[in-house]
């Protein structure tokens, strides 16, 4: 019990590969009480207790940054050893294995299933999905572990993972139609929203990470 109490912190990984909000992303984290370290090339990775993904922009381009900064095969051997991953905005769409926003590009196949587009339509809502909304628990995310709910936090997007996605625990929010905002499968975790962007509800939700995932 006192060694557990004592032993050193690992640190945790914010992927820095040309496609997403990193500075922000990673001041959240260590303001949530973690070791957040930057990383941009893969051999940095080694002891990482956690692999952080943000992401923001176009589909198409966030993965190509992503392939070309070589994450892709350590991450998914990371992900296969039981490393927690946490997936930011766009960064949760990339877990998946495809999107509607760019058509025959892979994802990561963390997660089975397609991110679909939010459609406008007269008398429907906006396109973007731009500012607050609520979320509510679905099952036990350690995310969102005695977290009261609804809860409100940021959005920036357009496209959004579908609720037929499979998921242990985690949020969903109505926006024309229900989808996940934040999801627990396994070591795999995510939130739609910006959990930086997202004030005390955001703050909360990476101290959960820290506690609940990271022990």
Known sequence: MGSAMTQIQRPVAVLDYGGGNVHSCHKAFVRAGMDARIISTPDELEGMAAIVVPGQGHFRQVMEAFDHSGFRAPLLSAAAAGTPIFGICVGMQMLLDASEEAPGVAGLGLLPGTVRRFEPAPGAEKVPHMGWNS?????????????????????????????????????????????WSVLSQGNIHATQFHPEKSGEVGLAILRRFKEQVLG
């Open 135 to 179: 979320i509510d628990k679905v099952g036990d995310s350690p995310l969102l572990r005695n977290l009261f709910c609804p809860a409100y936090t940021y959005f920036v997007h357009s496209y959004y993972v579908p609720l037929d996605v499979e998921a242990d625990a985690g949020a969903i929010t109505e926006y024309g139609v229900p989808f």
